[in-house]
C-alpha cells in the first residue's frame, strides 16, 4: 500500500475516534463545558495536559530545532519542562482550592476589582489567540505534505473537527479526545525515535542510545563523534552553546515561568476532583511530557549524524547526488531541502562556511526520519497523524481559554451578570465557534509575525499572569494596586522592547543584535526580567496602599488549606 | 480559617519549608548544573555525556519528575499530621 493510502486510513481512523468521543462526551452545563464537571481523574488529567502542552511545534519542530543548536537547544527543554515544577508547587493546589473557573476568574475576585479582570481577559485572549495561530498552519502543513490536499483546505477539515468537539462537549469534550490525542502522539513520535536509536547505536531505547556507542562497532560515543562533526565542518562543538550564558539564562526562565503562567495550561488543573488530586496531576503531566522531551534531543542528536553522512558522505568528501538515498529527492521536491552545486562537482556538501551547499529547513528532521530510517509506510502516516493529533489538542485547550474568557469572565462578570446558565452556556459555544473561525482565518492567512509572536506569548504569560497569581497566594498583603501596577509595568516593559527590537507592526527602532540588548538578554528572554519588575512593582506599591479587604484576606487564608475543596463551583 | 489558627500557621511554614527546599534543587539541576556550570561539568563524564550538557539536555527533566512526585507524597503527609487533610 501506497504511504498516502496508509496516510488516508491512518488520518481518518484516528478523526473517527475524536470524533466518536466527542459525541460520548456532550455536555449540558457551564460547569461540564468549563472544567468538565471538576471529576477528571488525575492520571487523565496528566495526559490531557500532557496532549495540551505539546504542540505542533513540540511534535514537528523541536527536534529539528535542538538539532540545529546543539546544547543551546536546552532553553526549550528545560523551559518547557521546568515550568510544570513552579507549576505544582506554587499555583495548581492553591488555584484548585479556589475552585472557580477561569483563570481572569481567580484576578479580578483577589483583587477585588474588575480592571485587573479585564487585564486577564485581554493577556488570556491575545496569548491564547498567538498559539491558536500557530496550530491552525501546523494542521495546514501536515495536510499539504502527507495527503497533498491544498493547505486551506486542511485548515478548513481541522477546523470541522475541533469545532465538532469542542463546541459539543467544552472541557469535557476535549478533555477525552485529547487522552486518545497523546496515545496517539506519543506512539507516532517514539516508533521512529526507537527504530532510529536502534540503527545508530544499537540501543533500542533512545535516551540511552543518546549517550551510548554507535553501532558500527568502532566504540566511539556517538556525541564525540557528533562534536568531532560538527567541529570540522565550522559549526563549533554539538554540546557547546553559541548563545552568551546570560541570554541562556533568561531565555529558560522566561520560558519557564511562561508556561507556569499560561492559561490553557492552568485550567486544566481546576478540572480534577481535589487539591491532592492537583499536585498529583501536575507529576503526571510531566511524566508524559517528558517521555518526549528526553527523546527529542535524542532524535535531534541522530538526526544530525545521520543527515551530515548522509549528505557528507561516510569519508567527509560529498555524495554524489546521483547516488543518494532517495528521501533527499523527496523532500527537495517540497523545497525543505535545497541543494545548489557551487564547485560544480556533482557532490553534495553541508557546512557552515563558504564550503556549505545545501538548505536545510529544521522540521524535516522529524518529518523525514522514518524514511532516513527506511521504515515501511504506515510508520510515515502515523507521523502525520501525530502531528496532526499535537496540533488539534493544542488548538483545542486554547480555544476554550477563549470561549470561556468571553463568556464567563467578560460577559457573565463584568457586561451581563444576569444572564441564565443556559444563556451563559450558549454564549460559550457562539464565542469557542466564533474563535475556531478567527484561528482558522489566521491559519489560512498568517501573519508574517507569527514565529515572533511566540516569544511575546511567552512573555506576556511571564510579566502579567505569573507574578499576579504567585502573589495572590504568597503575599496576602499584594492589594488591587499592587497587582494592576505590576501587570501593567510588567507588560508594558515587556512589549516595549520586543516592539523594540523585532518591530511587528512598526519598524524595529534598534538591530536585534547582542550588543543592543539589555544586560545581554534577548527578547525572547527578556519576559523575566518584565517578571522580575512585576514583582518589585506589585510589591512595593502594595505596601504604600491600603490592604486588601478583610474578606479578600480570609479567602488567601482559606486557599492555602486543602480542607474544604469541593469541586469547582458556580457563584 | 485563617492562619492566626495555630494548627494553619504550622501547616503553612512547614508547606513552605518543603517548597524552598524543593525550588533550590529545581534551581541547582537546571540552572545551576545546566546552565551557569555547565561548563565546568562538561569535564566529567557520564558514559557518553559531559555532564554539564546531560543535565541541560536530559538530567534536569529526570529531576523535575522526581520532584513533583515527592512533594505530592509529602504534602499529603504534611497534610494529616496538620489535620487539614481533605474528607
Avoid at chain 1, 496532526?388 to 469572565?409: E, F, K, N, R
Amino acid at each position: 500500500m501506497s504511504v498516502q493510502l496508509w496516510t488516508y486510513i491512518i488520518v481518518g481512523l484516528s478523526f473517527a475516534l475524536y470524533i466518536g468521543i466527542a459525541l460520548w462526551a456532550r455536555v449540558g452545563s457551564t460547569r461540564d463545558f468549563y472544567v468538565a464537571g471538576g471529576g477528571v481523574h488525575p492520571v487523565v488529567n496528566g495526559m490531557a495536559t500532557a496532549a495540551d502542552w505539546m504542540s505542533a511545534a513540540s511534535f514537528i519542530s523541536m527536534a529539528g530545532l535542538i538539532s540545529f543548536m546543539g546544547y543551546d537547544g536546552a532553553v526549550y527543554l528545560l523551559g518547557w519542562t521546568g515550568g510544570y515544577v513552579l507549576l505544582a508547587l506554587l499555583l495548581a493546589p492553591y488555584l484548585r482550592k479556589f475552585g472557580k473557573f477561569t483563570v481572569p476568574d481567580f484576578v479580578g475576585d483577589r483583587y477585588y476589582s474588575d480592571t485587573a479582570r479585564l487585564v486577564a481577559v485581554v493577556c488570556a485572549i491575545f496569548v491564547s489567540f498567538t498559539y491558536v495561530a500557530g496550530q491552525m498552519r501546523g494542521v495546514g502543513i501536515v495536510f499539504s505534505r502527507f495527503l497533498e490536499v491544498d493547505i486551506n483546505t486542511g485548515v478548513v477539515i481541522g477546523m470541522a473537527i475541533v469545532f465538532f468537539y469542542a463546541v459539543l462537549g467544552g472541557m469535557k469534550g476535549i478533555t477525552y479526545t485529547q487522552v486518545a490525542q497523546y496515545c496517539v502522539l506519543i506512539f507516532a513520535y517514539m516508533v521512529p525515535a526507537i527504530f532510529i536509536s536502534l540503527m545508530l547505536t544499537g540501543n533500542a531505547i533512545p535516551q540511552l542510545g543518546f549517550g551510548g556507542t554507535l553501532a558500527d562497532g568502532s566504540g566511539t560515543y556517538l556525541l564525540d563523534k557528533l562534536d568531532g562533526l560538527s567541529t570540522q565542518l565550522g559549526f563549533g562543538a554539538y554540546t557547546d552553546g553559541t548563545k552568551p550564558m546570560a541570554d541562556v539564562f533568561a531565555i529558560t526562565l522566561a520560558l519557564m515561568v511562561g508556561t507556569a503562567g499560561l492559561p490553557h495550561v492552568i485550567v486544566r488543573f481546576f478540572t480534577v476532583p481535589k487539591v491532592r488530586d492537583a499536585r498529583k496531576s501536575a507529576g503526571w503531566a510531566l511524566l508524559f511530557i517528558a517521555i518526549l522531551y528526553t527523546t527529542a534531543p535524542a532524535v535531534a542528536s541522530f538526526a544530525r549524524v545521520n543527515m551530515i553522512e548522509t549528505i557528507n558522505g561516510v569519508d567527509g568528501q560529498g555524495t554524489l547526488r546521483t547516488e543518494a538515498p532517495s528521501w533527499i529527492g523527496n523532500w527537495e521536491k517540497t523545497g525543505l531541502i535545497k541543494w545548489e552545486d557551487k564547485n560544480g562537482d556533482g557532490r553534495m556538501f553541508y557546512a557552515k562556511d563558504e564550503r556549505n551547499e545545501m538548505t536545510i529547513d529544521k522540521d524535516i528532521m522529524v518529518l523525514a526520519n522514518p524514511e532516513i530510517a527506511k521504515l515501511p509506510a504506515w510508520v510515515i502516516a502515523l507521523v502525520a497523524a501525530g502531528g496532526l493529533a499535537a496540533a488539534l489538542s493544542t488548538a483545542a485547550g486554547l480555544l476554550l481559554v477563549i470561549s470561556s474568557a468571553i463568556s464567563h469572565d467578560l460577559l457573565k462578570k463584568v457586561v451581563m451578570p444576569n444572564i441564565t446558565e443556559k444563556q451563559e452556556l450558549l454564549f460559550a459555544r457562539i464565542a469557542a465557534a466564533g474563535a475556531i473561525v478567527v484561528a482558522g482565518l489566521l491559519g489560512i492567512y498568517p501573519p508574517g509575525f507569527v514565529a515572533e509572536v511566540v516569544a511575546f506569548a511567552f512573555g506576556l504569560a511571564a510579566a502579567s499572569f505569573f507574578p499576579a497569581i504567585m502573589l495572590g497566594i504568597f503575599d496576602k498583603r499584594t492589594n488591587m494596586q499592587g497587582a494592576i501596577a505590576g501587570m501593567l509595568t510588567g507588560l508594558v516593559f515587556t512589549i516595549g522592547y520586543i516592539l523594540y527590537f523585532k518591530g511587528i507592526f512598526i519598524t524595529p527602532m534598534a538591530e536585534n543584535i547582542p550588543a543592543n540588548w539589555l544586560f545581554g538578554i534577548s527578547p525572547e528572554g527578556i519576559g523575566s526580567v518584565g517578571m522580575l519588575l512585576n514583582f518589585a512593582v506589585a510589591l512595593v506599591v502594595s505596601r504604600i496602599t491600603p490592604p486588601p479587604p478583610a474578606e479578600v484576606q480570609a479567602m488567601v487564608d482559606s486557599i492555602r488549606i486543602p480542607r474544604g475543596a469541593g469541586s469547582a463551583t458556580h457563584h | 480559617m485563617s492562619t492566626t489558627n495555630k494548627g494553619h500557621a504550622d501547616f503553612w511554614r512547614a508547606n513552605l519549608r518543603l517548597m524552598f527546599m524543593l525550588l533550590a534543587v529545581w534551581f541547582a539541576v537546571s540552572f545551576g548544573a545546566g546552565i551557569l556550570f555547565a561548563d565546568q561539568l562538561n569535564s566529567i563524564r557520564l558514559f557518553g555525556f559531559k555532564l554539564g550538557f546531560f543535565f541541560a539536555q536530559q538530567g534536569a527533566i529526570y529531576v523535575f519528575v522526581a520532584l513533583i512526585y515527592f512533594y505530592a507524597w509529602r504534602m499529603n503527609k504534611i497534610e494529616r499530621d496538620y489535620d487539614v487533610h481533605e474528607d
